[in-house]
Structure formats: C-alpha cells, structure tokens
C-alpha cells in the first residue's frame, strides 16, 4: 500500500484536497519530474491541483530547492567579482538584457546570464541574440564558468546541467493551462536563477496589457514572492514593477531589437529602453557595491556608455560567442527582411495607444515569434521606428515600418497594426515607466 | 492563434477558471481521449480541474453522451424481453451481481451485465467469475449480444468496442486521483452503462466505511446525479443507497465468493447478501413489469431459486461461456488454497464491528486483489466464515477462516484480520442495511 504509484496518487490526493505539502512530498515530486518514474499525466494533475489550490511560502522556498538541486549549479567560486543577474518576466519589445549585460560587466560587475527564448507574444532573448550571424547561446556549463571569469559576462540558453526538473515541468506546464501561477512561477524562475551561482538577483516584473499579470498589484504579489525566496537563499533580491501597455521601445523582432540594442550601448536608444536598462542596472551595481549611491550608479553607467567600454563590451561576448562583432558597428551585418513596407496614417493626431498584444500579434504573423516550442523564428521580420504614446503624427507619416519575408504577411501584420495604433485629439500623458521598486 | 494545441489548453484554462464547458468544448475533451489528439497530460489536467470545479448536470450529461459515441453501443433491438442491468458502486464481499442476473434472467428479463475488475480495496466481478475453471469474460461485442438473445444474459468485461474514452479517462484518473468526483464518476459508469442498449438499470449505491463514499448524503447526491443522466437519455433508473461498514455476507476472495453466491442461488446464502439481492431484483422485475408489486417481485424471484431455475441459469450462463458448469453444483471444482487456518477468538462476547476496509486489506495481502491494473490475482484465497455485527462468539470460537497460499501470509492476514474484528459485552442492533431506494 506504501508503493510508487499510490504514494504518488496520495501526495496529488492531498494538494487536490487542499492541504500543503511536506518537503519529503514535494521533493518526491520534483525527483519524479527529473528521474521520470512520475508519469508526465500525473505531473500535470498535481500542476493543476497547485493552480487551484496554491502553495504556502515555505512550500514554494522548497519547490525552489529541489528544482535548483535537480541539477548540477554553475560554479563560479574563482570569480571575485559580485554576480549578478537580471531577469523580466517578459514583454513585448523588452530587449534590455542585451545592453544591460555589458554595461553592468563594464562597470566592474560579473554578469551571468541565462535567458529564455520566445514564447506566444513574448519575445526571447536566445531568439534576438541568434539574429546575430554565428552567435551561439548553447554553451556547456563549463564554457560559460569559464567566459564570466575570463570577460565578466556570458549570455547563454538553460543548459541539460542546470535544473533540469523545470525544463521538464515548464514544457508541461504551457501545455496545460498552468503557467500563470505564482508558486510554480517563482520555482521556475529563482530555481534557474539559484542554479547560476549569482550573488543578486535584479527583476523586472512587468504589468499590464503586454504582460503575464495585467494588474500591478499582481505583478507586485510575484516581485515579493520571488524576493522571498531569493532572500532565503541568501540572496540579494530587487525587483522594478514596470508598465508593459506598449512595447519597450520602438522595434520587435528579433534582429531589429539587437540593432536597437546596439543603439542604446551607444547612447541612442529610445527613452523607455534606456530608462528601464539604467533603473535596472543602478539597482545591480548597488547591490555590488559599485556604487553608494543611485546618482553614483546612474553616472557610471552613463559613463560606459559614452566611453564606448558597454559598446566594447558587447563586441566582446558577440566575439567569445562565436557571433560577427561587427554588428556591434554596422547594423548592416545583421539580416534584412525582404519587404520593408511603411504604415502610413490616415489622419493627424497624437498617439493614445500602442496595444502591445496587436503588436506582438503583428509580428507574429512576419514570423518573429512562436505559438508552439517547435516553431521556426525569421529572425529578420518584426516592426521598426513604431511610434510611442504622447508622440504626434501627421496626416501622411509613418507609424511604423514592417519588416516582411512576402508581401502577403506584410499585408496581414498592416492590417493589425492599423487597429492596435490609437490616435486622438489631445496628447496624453503616458503612465509611469518604473511603478514601483521593492527591496531597494 | 486555434490551432489545436491553444485550443486544448483554452479548454483546461476554461475549466481551470470556473467556466462551465460548451457542448463543443466536451465532445472535444472526450475526442481527444479516444483519438488520443490530446496528450494524456493535458487529460488530466482537465481531469483535475474538473475535480476542483465540477460539472454541471447538463455538462456532466453531455460528458456521458460523449462517452457513449465514443464507440459503439451493442444492439440488443432483437431481444424483445425488457433489458436492465444493475450496476454497483463497490463493496467488499460484494458478489450481488452473480446470483442476481441468473435470477432475474430466471424471471424473465434480459439481462445485458458489463462488469468491472478489482481494484483497490473493493473486489471486482469479472475477476471472481473467472476463478471459475474456464470462464471467459471478454467476449466480443457481437457474441455477447448473442447470447443475451439466446439466453437472456451474459456477464462480461467491457470490450474494445464500447466507450473507449471511458477506459482511457478512467486509467488516468485511477493515477492521477480524480476517481472520487461525481460528474467523472457518471460520465464513466453510465457512458458504459448507456453503450449497453439496456432500457432500464438498478444502481445499488453504496456508503460506509468499505465504500468509496464515506457519508449517505454524498452517495444520495451520487445516486440522484446518476439517475439524472439516465432520465435524461430516456432510461429508467432506480438506486438503492445500502451500507457498506462490515463486507456483505461471510466470504472475501474470488472463487469463495463464487461458493457463497451459489449457495444464494440455492436459497442459503448470507442473509445480507440474500436481502440486497432480493431488494435489487425487486425493482428489476417491477421496472420491467414483470411484477406490479413488491411482494409479488419479491415471491417470483424466491420462487425462481426454490424451483431450481435460477441455479440452473447460473449454470448455463457458466457454460456458455465456457466455464465449467459443474461448480453450480459442487464448489470443489473451484479452486482451493493449499493453507487454510481459522482465526480463534481469544474471548467470548458479541460482534461489535467488522470493518470492511480490514477485511479487504488482509485479502489483499492474500493475493485476493489488486493494488496496480497490472497485479495478478490469486482466485482461491481470501477468508470465509466470517462473523457478522451482532451474532455472538465464544472463547477459541472460530472468528473467520484464512485461506492463503503459503503460511506468511496467512499470519499477516491473521494479523490484520485480528484488529479487524471487535468484540464488546453488549449486543449491538446493526443498522439497516437498505437506507434508501430511490427512484422507486
């Protein structure tokens, strides 16, 4: 009666009836995703069973555990530097990572980073830095403990090594209706994140109509369960709550957000970009001890910028990671979409909407993302030079441009666009970027 | 954006959020377990959150439907004897459904059994009929439809023909416990029942400590949803709700209980077991107008086993399935285990309890049952003779008797069976057996 199967039919039975879970129960649980003797139908019963049912801190602190322990962590003891990584819960538009890293390793900190790819209307940073012509972000663990020690920063893809029990539990979860649920968000995303052996963690927690939770006070609920579990690992936590109604920035698609990127690390991003990559890096190099204070951190990064060290930076890991570093110079070496198309307002106006969804539904149609894991990505299609909220527009101008592999996608994503750009008569103000910053 | 995956998933979330499901969104769910387009993870995804968030009588009845076109129903159109089965929510020492069928196939009506297996601490009829030397239960569909034109009845399994989707939904739920949920459990039993072609059915609908439901008012609720589902698709339905504390009749463990229904079928069985049975078949013969009374039911189906006719049903049934008939007449022909000891009262007094869910586990240390789909069972051993609540037992009495197939665990069961059994210095009344029929 004490069996495999009916001991796991009982630990289901019992967060099914609500109850909380022992740690033996819950690591039987996260041992039967990795070593498989839970079968995938009783992984995803017990999944739904925590939807609905939920999991106490100290469950969730546990879950973390044994997901961080279902694998082997990077080890990156011989780095004297601080460590710290940056993770966002994902937007439409949001390719902060990509100028953040470099700039935070170039004012002195280490950067080890391991990033997501595309998934419905969010994108992925792995999918972006792939645009770059022979970037590879599938580096052994070794390879990448080597690179953070040897350049302070390596921007590579969830290896076979590191919490393999989340990739399991991930893939199961999209297919069943249970990401959206904050333990089991909190096991996934500080269960690889533990496993990356940083010191701090820094978190943009987005909100929104772009974003996983639509409303702050719930995008708040997640920053403080993922605080919690951070701090008790012994972690330093930060979390920035930031508005996602419209994208991040003025492009979406893969190669458009490196060039993007690129402009940012030489000071000429857009406003939004390179206010939320400076909010979050000020909070990484304060938990460092890079700087003292807020001005001090914000001069620093400044000061990498226009010293050209980010930039530099960059070219480096594009380089360490086998990719064409010249990209870092000319956009140019990146690939083009065939059909580049501009939308064109029918009327005069100022901008009073840019739906971040219509625009990731856009893209997705080019062909810059994914509905399903095995999808193929064009890394060349996406939107570019999109307007932002508050901005005018002339009868004539351009709203966005479209980057098309045909013309008939060209023509859908036109269509959607056309819907999800709203103008009026009267300039609004737009929200508040940075709501809230918990921890600090 | 509907392709089929999103659509799965937006059918769980649906479910998962509270939602009742559309029609469409049911027969979706119930095509994806039969042409298996959904993955067995996401079945029992939906199969969780339906446990969580029920069903509502008019989703639990197109569940049912669904189930029923799952495959194809026998067609019985060519009996013209009115058809009903008796279907039982599970016991221990439940073996009703062997005398009952010979002795209402005795009285004139067409009997249509689909029976199920053991599992868990109740016992299953197909597994006791084939401790039978030679009885075959997996008859196809045609021929099983066959011989309940030829002879009015025939206990089978269920085939591969009939409600598929219920075999595949009712093995994960067995792993994933989403068994104990009433819309599943209508779906499941009268999905199979309905593929019968029967035009009425009896539902003996048991509570207590053997049962699956515990408390009376969760097995009416289970008894009313079912007879619901029955009305509904135009068959008339009557459920008797009996208690299930200690096992109904003497014996435990498959050809034992085989032994104790021929010895119904001779008029001296038990008289719990006698008086379910009697009770069940009364309202057989009333739904099929066989009788217009209680009595006059109760006085055709003593007459049919004071005549010999039920006996002698039995025994056709047996060998028209290949069985060996001549244990209709002596139970030596079934097989017996090599051990055989009695359990010895240690005092004297009067039968207090004996729980069922004791009984059961020592008869699954016997062999006598199963705990996985896949344990095989050991048709001669089990216990016999045993005690009923209310009858009194001497010093060095003889409490029940163990048959085992080897010594140890014959002590084990003798342990088990030991706590099982409780004495007290007062006669206690034991309570009624029959609660409540409804439907009648």
Wanted: hydrophobic share 45%; net charge neutral.
């Amino acid at each position: 009666m004490t069996s495999g199967p009916l001991f796991t039919q009982a630990i289901i039975a019992r967060k099914r009836d609500g109850h909380a879970l022992s740690e033996e129960e819950i690591r039987g649980f996260v041992r039967g995703a990795t070593d498989g003797s839970w079968a995938d139908y009783q992984l995803s019963a017990l999944l739904m069973a925590v939807w609905l049912r939920g999991m106490t801190p100290q469950e969730t602190a546990v879950l973390t555990d044994a997901i961080v322990r279902s694998g082997s962590a990077a080890d990156l003891s011989r780095v004297p530097r601080y460590k710290v990584d940056k993770h966002s819960t994902g937007g439409v538009g949001d390719k902060v990572s990509i100028p953040l890293a470099p700039m935070a390793a170039a004012c002195g900190l280490a950067v080890p980073m391991i990033s997501g790819r595309a998934l419905g209307h969010t994108g992925g940073t792995l999918d972006k830095l792939e645009s770059i012509p022979g970037f590879r972000t599938a580096l052994p663990l070794r390879e990448f403990e080597e690179q953070v020690a040897r350049i302070g920063v390596a921007l590579i893809g969830q290896t076979a090594e590191l919490a393999p029990a989340d990739r399991k539990l991930y893939a199961l979860r999209d297919a069943t209706a249970t990401v959206e649920c904050i333990p089991l968000i909190c096991g996934s995303i500080m269960g690889k994140k533990l496993s990356e052996g940083i010191d701090g963690l820094v978190l943009d927690v987005k909100f929104g109509r772009g974003a996983f939770m639509r409303e702050k006070a719930r995008a708040r609920e997640l920053a403080l369960a993922l605080s919690a579990i951070g701090t008790a690992s012994g972690k330093s936590v930060r979390a920035l709550l930031t508005a996602m109604e419209e994208p991040l920035g003025r492009t979406v698609g893969n190669a458009l957000e490196v060039a993007e990127s690129v402009d940012c690390l030489k000071g000429r991003g857009p406003a939004d970009v390179m206010e939320v990559t400076y909010a979050l890096g000020q909070q990484m190099l304060l938990m460092g001890g890079i700087a003292r204070t807020a001005p001090e951190a914000r001069a620093q990064l400044e000061q990498s910028v226009s010293s050209g060290a980010a930039l530099a930076k960059f070219a480096e890991i594009v380089a360490a990671q086998d990719g064409d570093p010249r990209v870092a110079d000319d956009p140019g070496f990146l690939p083009r979409a065939p059909i580049r198309l501009p939308l064109v307002s029918e009327s005069a106006g100022f901008v009073r909407g840019v739906d971040a969804m219509g625009v990731a539904l856009a893209a997705l149609r080019l062909g810059a993302g994914r509905t399903r894991a095995e999808d193929r990505i064009d890394p060349a299609v996406g939107v570019s030079a999109l307007v932002k909220v508050g901005e005018t527009v002339a009868r004539g101008g351009t709203l966005c441009m479209i980057h098309a592999a045909d013309r008939t996608r060209a023509e859908e994503a036109r269509t959607i666009l056309k819907a999800t750009i709203e103008l009026g008569p009267e300039r609004l103000a737009p929200a508040p970027l940075i709501a809230e910053v918990i921890g600090a």
